[in-house]
């Protein structure tokens, strides 16, 4: 696809330039302009990332913290405090950030079109004409800029509250049954439970990731990701309150110390696919006067 095989013979060479500069490139550029420059998709791609925060049950003690610390250590625009820094390279070996979903699938189609290699539609032509602009060409690429590192912010801002809360979580745990986890254990617990509970590009299989290369759908990731976080949300509620010795998953008998949270998480799965949904859409019917009638 990328014409980087030895040996390729000049109708592979042709079919591979064709396949690039007209499908893919086109294809790229289609969906950086619907995701990093479209501002309802930021939107979107907020409460979707606020979305799997609230299945995991992190409203509640610690959460208002939780998104302090979340506020003060997102990257966006000019210098950070070092401390915030700090926290963020943390965030980042943890792997919990900077693992948006769309932006994976959009950056590797952009080094599948070998973008900026004088490729056509892409550097070649876009750089000369924003250097003729001058000051509004340097704005332009800002400003392009500036709505990259927020598409990535917007999703690194929930997981960080996702790490906390689970973090804060085994912390009180660990304190009040005194079982001696390092500060090191609890952080790669925290960050074991973010990284199944919450869409990461990282654990996307190559199969989906191949399908970006297709003409068929955008985006394959993201709705792979739902399917595996979404079961292990499920799983890790379940695990959180099964009993340690008779492995029976019963909140009541079991002595799992967890099962508080397994059960909130389990709530707050239920009411992201299932109350909040629907609360919404009636919600939206009564306030723009929708009938059932008209929305069927």
Same mark, same amino acid.
Do not use: C
């Given at each position: 696809?990328?014409?980087?095989?030895?040996?390729?013979?000049?109708?592979?060479?042709?079919?591979?330039?064709?396949?690039?500069?007209?499908?893919?490139?086109?294809?790229?550029?289609?969906?950086?302009?619907?995701?990093?420059?479209?501002?309802?998709?930021?939107?979107?791609?907020?409460?979707?990332?606020?979305?799997?925060?609230?299945?995991?049950?992190?409203?509640?003690?610690?959460?208002?913290?939780?998104?302090?610390?979340?506020?003060?250590?997102?990257?966006?625009?000019?210098?950070?405090?070092?401390?915030?820094?700090?926290?963020?390279? #943390?965030?980042?070996?943890?792997? /919990?950030? *900077?693992?948006? $979903?769309?932006? %994976?699938?959009?950056? @590797?189609?952009? &080094?599948?079109?070998?973008?900026?290699?004088?490729?056509?539609?892409?550097?070649?032509?876009?750089?000369?004409?924003?250097?003729?602009?001058?000051?509004?060409?340097?704005?332009?690429?800002?400003?392009?800029?500036?709505?990259?590192?927020?598409?990535?912010? #917007?999703?690194?801002?929930?997981? /960080?509250? *996702?790490?906390? $809360?689970?973090? %804060?979580?085994?912390? @009180?745990?660990? &304190?009040?049954?005194?079982?001696?986890?390092?500060?090191?254990?609890?952080?790669?617990?925290?960050?074991?439970?973010?990284?199944?509970?919450?869409?990461?590009?990282?654990?996307?299989?190559?199969?989906?990731?191949?399908?970006?290369?297709?003409?068929?759908?955008?985006?394959?990731?993201?709705?792979?990701?739902?399917?595996?976080?979404?079961? %292990?949300?499920?799983?890790?509620?379940?695990?959180?309150?099964?009993?340690?010795?008779?492995?029976?998953?019963?909140?009541?008998?079991?002595?799992?110390?967890?099962?508080?949270?397994?059960?909130?998480?389990?709530?707050?799965?239920?009411?992201?696919?299932?109350?909040?949904?629907?609360?919404?859409?009636?919600?939206?019917?009564?306030?723009?006067?929708?009938?059932?009638?008209?929305?069927?």
């Amino acid at each position: 696809m990328r014409g980087e095989a030895e040996g390729q013979g000049a109708l592979g060479k042709t079919f591979s330039w064709a396949w690039r500069n007209l499908l893919l490139t086109p294809k790229a550029g289609a969906q950086y302009a619907k995701t990093i420059l479209s501002i309802p998709t930021h939107i979107r791609n907020f409460l979707s990332s606020s979305a799997f925060a609230l299945a995991n049950g992190t409203v509640g003690p610690g959460f208002g913290k939780a998104m302090a610390r979340a506020f003060g250590s997102v990257q966006v625009g000019g210098p950070r405090k070092p401390i915030s820094q700090e926290r963020y390279r #943390e965030y980042l070996e943890l792997g /919990i950030t *900077n693992t948006n $979903v769309r932006l %994976g699938d959009l950056r @590797n189609l952009m &080094k599948d079109v070998r973008f900026g290699e004088g490729n056509i539609a892409t550097d070649s032509v876009l750089k000369p004409m924003l250097n003729s602009l001058g000051a509004l060409g340097k704005g332009v690429k800002k400003g392009a800029k500036f709505m990259q590192d927020a598409y990535v912010a #917007e999703d690194d801002f929930w997981k /960080i509250v *996702n790490f906390e $809360v689970e973090y %804060g979580r085994i912390f @009180n745990i660990n &304190k009040s049954k005194g079982l001696k986890l390092s500060k090191e254990v609890m952080e790669q617990k925290a960050a074991k439970i973010v990284r199944n509970t919450v869409p990461n590009y990282a654990y996307v299989g190559e199969l989906v990731r191949a399908a970006r290369m297709s003409p068929f759908g955008n985006f394959m990731s993201w709705p792979s990701e739902v399917y595996r976080t979404g079961t %292990g949300i499920v799983q890790q509620a379940l695990e959180e309150i099964a009993d340690p010795i008779t492995k029976k998953i019963n909140p009541i008998t079991s002595t799992n110390p967890m099962k508080g949270v397994g059960m909130k998480r389990l709530i707050g799965m239920t009411a992201v696919t299932a109350a909040l949904p629907y609360g919404a859409i009636k919600g939206s019917q009564a306030i723009f006067g929708v009938s059932n009638e008209e929305a069927d």
